[in-house]
């Protein structure tokens, strides 16, 4: 019986896992996400070679690798670091960096089984002008103290190392998060993103 679709030409190869399967949704997510910013445009391509170059891609293949809650922060601002110092040429900033690591963690890591963990309640949640204009029509994040911005919303495109920090502490500070003892993930957050209409 023949079939409409030979598989002549096609190379298949044993690598394709699980593991890949998640790499691969989790890097288009993240790179569809961060690439949105009109001041920093790359294909998914580029972005996915970004994540495989960073420390992220190997922590998704064995997540015992991410680092303790006490220690994220400090990760974050190293995996940052190394994203913008590798992709000068894209103009990335410290806010583009930190939506492409988050969403990467997000979409790979953050599920129903995982959401109690320690490590997991840590990671980062995506920020974007969705949930900081939330956070501020609900009053939770005055961004006066925060940023001294007035209740001027900051682009998450333009972040700095301090101003991206500023806000991830602001959002601790809004759910009590606490590494020591039992507090929501970080992901909880996100109640307030909603999709406009």
């Known amino acids: ?21 998640v790499h691969r949704f989790a890097a288009w ?8 910013s009109t001041g920093c445009r790359f294909t ?23 680092p303790p809650p006490e220690d994220f922060d400090v990760a974050h601002r190293e995996w940052r670091n190394g994203i913008v110092k590798k992709t000068k040429l894209f103009g990335l900033t410290h806010g583009v960096a930190a939506k492409l690591i988050n969403c990467y963690l997000k979409a790979s890591l953050i ?23 939330a956070l ?3 009053d939770n994040l005055q961004f006066g103290k925060v940023l001294g911005t007035g209740n001027k919303i900051p682009a998450w495109s333009k972040l700095d190392s301090n101003a991206y920090e500023n806000i991830i502490e602001a959002i601790k500070d809004i759910l009590n998060y606490n590494t020591k003892k039992p507090s929501k993930g970080l992901w909880e957050i996100e109640e307030w993103w909603e999709l406009k209409k």
């Open 136 to 138: 501020i029509k609900n």
């Open 44 to 66: 998914v391509s580029a972005g996915t070679k970004i994540i495989e170059d960073s420390p992220l891609y190997e922590i998704v293949k064995d997540p015992s690798k991410l």
């Open 29 to 36: 997510a993240a790179s569809t996400a961060a690439r949105a």
């Open 1 to 21: 019986m023949s079939s409409k679709y030979p598989s002549a030409g096609i190379m298949r190869t044993n690598n394709y896992d699980i593991g890949e399967h």
């Open 111 to 133: 599920n129903h089984q995982s959401s109690v963990d320690k490590k997991i309640k840590a990671i980062h949640p995506p920020v974007d002008r969705i949930l900081l204009e």
